[in-house]
């Protein structure tokens, strides 16, 4: 009788750990095989404090993360710790922020100072969306709040711990650098102070025609939504339009007739509208029924 319950004791047992070694495969490498298997000993899979990582869910906590990360980790506000990632010549801003619904932990890495969102271009803007296809989970964008162009990630607040998140922070500022000619604008305001002087002849009236459009051209309604037009010398165009990271390409002919601009496309779509010359490297286009589209010549 002895013998037989402790056999059933170590079956027990036995089932136990393997439930419990499966319930968490994020942390566990643990495969149902290897528990009758020999074990060279403990690991850093198997390790209790990777298993039982738990949910963040306070700023404090947040903050013990980043210095447990190797950062000056900073109370920033009810659900938010702050840090600065050096990696020369940068030193980035690190603004680590829990949800509302404690689901994610959203990761900000501060780029430039700008003010006023417009001083963005259409261009650099378009330029941003592309890149945010090639390094997801990582996106650029602009904060109206803190008033800055910003690299973001967002993690699920699910066993987060000082490694990953300084991995992460790593990669990130290692992204930031690698382009760092799309946001960084520090000679921009000296350029416009050298031509604000110049003022064209308010005499002279352009006219749009296919000539005057050939080349490349950009324009932006949003911070997430842009567009890119090349017109060809041969009465052809491509369109390509971003919305949230999402690209739509179109290519066709194009004509202007009275002042109407005509695009229509090999895959049946027709866009045409108002165009208007507003310089020798800018023009507005006004679809019908929609605002106008301010584009410039890249």
């Excluded at 095989?33 to 306070?58: C, D, Q, W, Y």
């Excluded at 980035?92 to 001083?119: K, N, W, Y």
Aim: hydrophobic share 40%; proline share 4%; charged share 20%.
């Amino acid at each position: 009788m002895f013998k037989s319950t402790i056999s059933l004791a170590i079956v027990f047992v036995s089932v136990t750990s393997v439930a419990f070694a499966d319930g968490d495969d994020l942390f566990s490498s643990v495969r149902t095989k290897s528990v009758f298997e020999s074990s060279p000993g403990p690991s850093s899979a198997t390790n209790p404090a990777n298993l039982l990582a738990k949910r963040i869910t306070k700023a404090a906590e947040l903050r013990e993360l980043l210095k447990s990360a190797g950062f000056d980790g900073k109370v920033a506000g009810s659900r938010s710790a702050a840090a600065q990632k050096d990696l020369n010549p940068w030193e980035f801003p690190v603004l680590a922020a829990i949800s509302e619904d404690e689901d994610h932990i959203t990761i900000m890495l501060g780029l430039q100072t700008i003010e006023d969102s417009s001083q963005l271009s259409a261009d650099t803007l378009l330029k941003m969306m592309q890149v945010n296809q090639q390094e997801a989970p990582a996106v650029f964008g602009y904060s109206k709040i803190r008033k800055r162009t910003e690299l973001y990630c967002v993690l699920r607040n699910n066993g987060v711990t000082g490694r990953i998140l300084r991995d992460e922070i790593n990669r990130m500022a290692t992204v930031a650098k690698r382009h760092e000619a799309i946001w960084d604008h520090s000679e921009a305001p000296s350029t416009t102070q050298q031509q604000a002087p110049t003022t064209p002849p308010a005499e002279k009236t352009l006219v749009a025609n296919a000539t005057s459009l050939v080349g490349k051209w950009s324009a932006a309604r949003s911070a997430t939504e842009a567009f890119a037009i090349a017109f060809s010398a041969d009465g052809q165009f491509n369109l390509v339009f971003v919305n949230n990271g999402k690209q739509t390409k179109s290519s066709g002919n194009f004509a202007i007739v009275s002042g109407v601009l005509t695009m229509t496309g090999t895959d049946g779509m027709k866009l045409f509208g108002t165009i208007k010359m507003t310089s020798a490297t800018t023009f507005t286009f006004t679809p019908d029924k929609t605002k106008a589209l301010a584009f410039t010549k890249a």
